[in-house]
């Protein structure tokens, strides 16, 4: 955030400084001797005004380029390391210190350990990130320059998540992986995504649409939306919609051959590549919960190819300005491509792009 002029100069009286705020409470917040509750409000504030919130735009030429009457971008990449994973990291990083730890422990491929090494350093906790040695993420240089300390597993992401929380267990750290005693609390954080596009839009749309991985993030949505019309303030629940990449998502291949739980892939048929990293794995450790939104909702699910999500990406570009990750557009392709096309008529549509490039 740019300071103002007033903000710096000295003169101005009544000026409200919000970058010196945030660095007085940063300041409060590493401070040991305060007490944890006066701590805990300073990370909620800072919480508060970095995360979340992120635009929700009308996408016109969008809508003239594949035939929507009105289609909505709701750009995760707002939030300070580019993904809606700063969400869940900063719920989570805001948990472990309240419970009294020292620090937190989660296996990741890029994005998501980029959002806790933030996290922690602002609660002034430790962070160890677990990365399988077969992925090459760039991001990896971003997490130590935030103080994470790296380790490296064989095998794949799967192997780096069991292989971290069996070291959170041993060393009495924080586990922030996925599936675990804190999924409710990933949940929440997520749902705060359904509660904003309620602000912007006061009702549901008819679809919503998002990239799935590991699915927290279409159960969060749909736990959001799904409390929201329980309270009577939309007057519907949308159906939620889910694309991933080609026969590579353990969620997606399990509603296409009408699984009622979800069902792990073979490891040995997952392939990464440069596109396709962020969707890929051959468990969905919220699978369960992300499957039960897409037949709850009577939504649907559709494999993704990296030329589709590549073109998507290539067209929000030039049509809209936006320069987001390939994989982010994998929701906006799967609504693209409905069982049946009248469902694509005459209403409002929202596609939740996960992460800026």
Same mark, same amino acid.
């Given at each position: ?11 101005s009286?009544?000026h ?10 940063? !300041?409060? =917040? ?15 504030f ?14 016109? $030429? ?16 707002? $939030?300070?390391?580019?993904?809606q ?11 472990a210190?309240r419970? !009294?730890?020292?620090?937190i422990?989660?296996a ?10 933030l ?6 906790l430790?962070?160890?990130?677990f990365?399988?040695?077969? %992925? ?31 070291y959170?267990?041993?060393t009495?750290? %924080?586990?922030? $992986? ?33 990239p799935?991985?590991? !699915? ?21 629940m949308?159906?939620?919609?889910? !694309? ?10 399990s509603f ?12 040995g ?11 890929? $794995? ?11 939104? =897409?037949?709850?909702?009577g ?32 929701g906006?392709?799967?609504l693209?491509t ?20």
């Amino acid at each position: 955030m740019e300071e103002s002029k007033e903000g710096t100069s000295g003169n101005s009286a009544g000026h409200y400084n919000l970058q010196a705020e945030l660095q007085q409470q940063y !300041g409060l =917040l590493l401070d040991k001797s305060q007490s944890l509750e006066d701590r805990l409000e300073a990370y909620d504030f800072i919480t508060d005004s970095e995360i979340g919130d992120t635009p929700l735009l009308r996408a016109r $030429n969008a809508e003239r380029e594949m035939g929507f009457r009105q289609i909505y971008l709701k750009l995760e990449g707002g $939030n300070p390391t580019g993904t809606q994973k700063d969400r869940i990291a900063f719920a989570q990083c805001a948990d472990a210190l309240r419970r !009294g730890f020292e620090g937190i422990s989660l296996a990741t491929c890029g994005n998501y350990g980029v959002a806790c090494a933030l996290a922690a350093k602002y609660a002034g906790l430790e962070s160890h990130i677990f990365i399988p040695a077969a %992925y090459h993420t760039r991001r990896a240089v971003e997490m130590e320059k935030l103080g994470a300390k790296i380790i490296t597993v064989d095998g794949d992401y799967e192997n780096a998540v069991e292989a971290s929380q069996e070291y959170a267990a041993t060393t009495e750290l %924080y586990d922030a $992986n996925p599936g675990g005693d804190n999924t409710s609390l990933q949940l929440k954080a997520y749902g705060e995504i359904a509660y904003e596009i309620y602000d912007e839009l006061r009702d549901a749309p008819k679809v919503v649409a998002i990239p799935v991985s590991n !699915g927290t993030v279409v159960a969060g949505v749909y736990k959001g939306f799904l409390s929201l019309y329980r309270r009577g303030k939309t007057s519907r629940m949308p159906l939620i919609v889910a !694309g991933s990449s080609a026969r590579k998502n353990p969620i997606v291949h399990s509603f296409l051959l009408g699984k009622t739980s979800c069902e792990d892939l073979e490891p040995g048929s997952i392939r990464e590549t440069e596109i396709n990293e962020p969707l890929i $794995n051959w468990h969905s450790f919220d699978g369960g919960l992300a499957l039960n939104a =897409l037949y709850s909702s009577g939504g649907w699910a559709s494999d993704v190819t990296d030329r589709s999500m590549l073109r998507l990406a290539k067209m929000l570009k030039e049509k809209e300005g936006l320069n987001v990750l390939p994989a982010a557009t994998a929701g906006l392709a799967a609504l693209a491509t409905p069982p049946d096309p009248d469902t694509l008529q005459n209403d409002r549509f929202v596609a939740i792009l996960t992460s800026r490039k």
